[in-house]
């Protein structure tokens, strides 16, 4: 059910502001208001729209009442039988009219009042995407504990290990961003998990980004909808957005040590070769094969102007960085623990190391980072 209010006559209005609500009864009215406010110095027409997942508190007859009683444009988008905060959002972007859109949460932990600047700056410096970032100079999260913020600091860290597109934006998870809609590809969104804005970055046609800072309220009303299946739902989420390729390259690992024991076995105790040398052999051919399963599976999709060759070389190099990792980190790891955990942890490691050396310079996933 779409509840329309209609009160920009014939203009188009310049911004859309979705806001998605579930059981926010408590302050939808508030948060209404103060979008309203923020937007009364700009001298073109915005629309609010509220998407509400018809929740038991009733929150969008609130929204509705409130529409009316300070003349908001926009609408009102209730959802029956659906729930999830990112098909919310696209839905919300899809009924929308305005040139630019901004996300917010209606629980004003987002404070209304950067949208404004937000947009200016999207305006002005012609950015396509303006998120509101907790992680820049000036942002900051106001009274999480330390557990919440390693939670966050650490989703953060293995979205970007995962999606090298997102490695240089310090806030990727934000909820709270602005950006213009001919550069977003609205077909493409699923919405399947919380964080829709990794989704419009990776799959829209977004060059410009500024990080906005701002503050990250406490929640004063209501509470947080964050539970273990939102965590599964992001693990899952930030995997297929990766097209699997930390999977894939981890695949290929473990098929390199079925190469190399495959070659050594026989190198050595069938024809006899010394172990220094049947080693090293098998070493350079699992490094081969590694080598071109990679290029043709992982990053199948990536294989940019350089010479296969010069890939071939390069990835050669990773190899021994990534044992110059694992060595160090065992040794210095075994002092505390017991050796073949140090021994483990070393090889996590370097596997890390090898992948993120590789997507980032040999497949070069790096030049296709977005630039601020
Ligand atoms: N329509 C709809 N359907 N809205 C929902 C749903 C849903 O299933 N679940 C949550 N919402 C709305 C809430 O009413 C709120 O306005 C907003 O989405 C965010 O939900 P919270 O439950 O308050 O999430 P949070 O505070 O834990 O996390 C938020 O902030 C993070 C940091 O900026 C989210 O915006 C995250 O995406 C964000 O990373
Ligand atoms: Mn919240």
Same mark, same amino acid.
């Given at each position: $059910?779409?509840?329309?209010?209609?009160?920009?006559?014939?203009?188009?209005?310049l911004?859309?502001i979705?806001?998605?609500?579930y059981?926010e009864a408590?302050?939808?009215?508030?948060?209404?208001?103060?979008?309203?406010?923020?937007?009364?110095?700009?001298?073109?027409?915005?629309?609010?729209?509220?998407?509400?997942d +018809?929740?038991?508190?009733?929150?969008?007859?609130?929204?509705s009442?409130?529409?009316?009683?300070?003349?908001?444009?926009?609408?009102?988008?209730?959802?029956?039988?659906?729930?999830?905060?990112?098909?919310?959002?696209? +839905? !919300?972007?899809?009924?929308?009219?305005?040139?630019?859109?901004?996300?917010?949460?209606?629980?004003?932990?987002?404070?209304?009042?950067?949208?404004?600047? $937000?947009?200016?700056?999207?305006l002005?410096?012609?950015?396509?995407?303006?998120?509101?970032?907790?992680?820049?100079?000036?942002?900051?999260?106001?009274?999480?504990?330390?557990?919440?913020?390693?939670?966050?600091?650490?989703?953060?860290?293995?979205?970007?290990?995962l999606?090298?597109?997102?490695?240089?934006?310090?806030?990727? $998870?934000?909820?709270?961003?602005l950006?213009?809609?001919?550069?977003?590809?609205?077909?493409?969104?699923?919405?399947?998990g $919380?964080?829709?804005?990794?989704?419009?970055?990776?799959?829209? +046609?977004i060059?410009?980004?500024?990080?906005?800072?701002?503050?990250?309220?406490?929640r004063?009303? !209501?509470?947080?909808?964050?539970?273990?299946?939102?965590?599964?739902?992001?693990?899952?989420?930030?995997?297929?957005?990766?097209?699997?390729?930390?999977?894939?390259?981890?695949?290929?690992?473990?098929?390199?040590?079925g190469v190399?024991?495959?070659?050594?076995?026989?190198?050595?105790?069938?024809?006899?070769?010394?172990?220094?040398?049947?080693?090293?052999?098998?070493?350079e051919?699992?490094?081969?094969?590694?080598?071109?399963?990679?290029?043709?599976?992982?990053?199948s999709?990536?294989?940019?102007?350089?010479?296969?060759?010069?890939?071939?070389?390069?990835?050669?190099?990773?190899?021994?960085?990534?044992?110059a990792?694992n060595?160090?980190?065992?040794?210095l790891?075994?002092?505390?623990?017991y050796?073949?955990?140090?021994?483990?942890?070393?090889?996590?490691?370097?596997?890390?190391?090898?992948?993120?050396?590789?997507?980032?310079?040999?497949?070069?996933?790096?030049s296709?980072?977005?630039?601020?």
């Amino acid at each position: $059910m779409i509840i329309e209010k209609n009160r920009c006559k014939d203009q188009k209005p310049l911004i859309s502001i979705v806001i998605p609500t579930y059981n926010e009864a408590e302050v939808i009215s508030e948060t209404l208001r103060r979008v309203k406010d923020s937007l009364k110095d700009l001298d073109r027409c915005f629309e609010i729209i509220v998407v509400d997942d +018809d929740s038991p508190d009733g929150t969008w007859r609130i929204a509705s009442e409130v529409f009316d009683k300070e003349d908001i444009n926009g609408k009102i988008i209730v959802r029956e039988n659906v729930r999830g905060l990112g098909t919310a959002i696209i +839905d !919300g972007i899809r009924s929308s009219e305005g040139e630019y859109v901004c996300v917010i949460d209606a629980d004003l932990q987002h404070p209304p009042e950067e949208i404004l600047r $937000m947009l200016k700056k999207a305006l002005e410096e012609d950015y396509d995407l303006v998120i509101a970032s907790r992680y820049v100079k000036g942002g900051d999260v106001e009274g999480w504990r330390l557990h919440r913020r390693i939670i966050s600091k650490t989703a953060v860290f293995i979205a970007r290990l995962l999606i090298p597109h997102i490695r240089g934006i310090k806030d990727p $998870m934000s909820g709270y961003f602005l950006f213009r809609k001919d550069r977003v590809r609205i077909d493409r969104l699923k919405g399947d998990g $919380m964080k829709i804005l990794l989704e419009i970055i990776v799959t829209g +046609d977004i060059k410009k980004i500024y990080e906005h800072p701002y503050i990250f309220h406490r929640r004063v009303r !209501g509470k947080s909808k964050l539970g273990v299946k939102e965590i599964i739902d992001f693990i899952k989420q930030i995997l297929r957005l990766s097209d699997y390729k930390i999977v894939k390259f981890g695949l290929v690992g473990l098929s390199g040590i079925g190469v190399n024991w495959g070659i050594l076995i026989p190198l050595r105790d069938i024809i006899g070769l010394p172990l220094p040398i049947s080693y090293l052999i098998s070493l350079e051919i699992s490094t081969i094969s590694n080598f071109i399963f990679n290029d043709l599976w992982t990053f199948s999709k990536n294989r940019c102007e350089k010479s296969w060759l010069r890939r071939l070389i390069e990835y050669h190099s990773t190899l021994f960085v990534g044992l110059a990792i694992n060595y160090v980190a065992t040794n210095l790891l075994a002092f505390t623990t017991y050796y073949l955990i140090a021994s483990l942890i070393g090889i996590l490691l370097g596997f890390i190391a090898n992948y993120i050396i590789s997507s980032e310079f040999v497949w070069g996933l790096r030049s296709s980072r977005k630039s601020y």
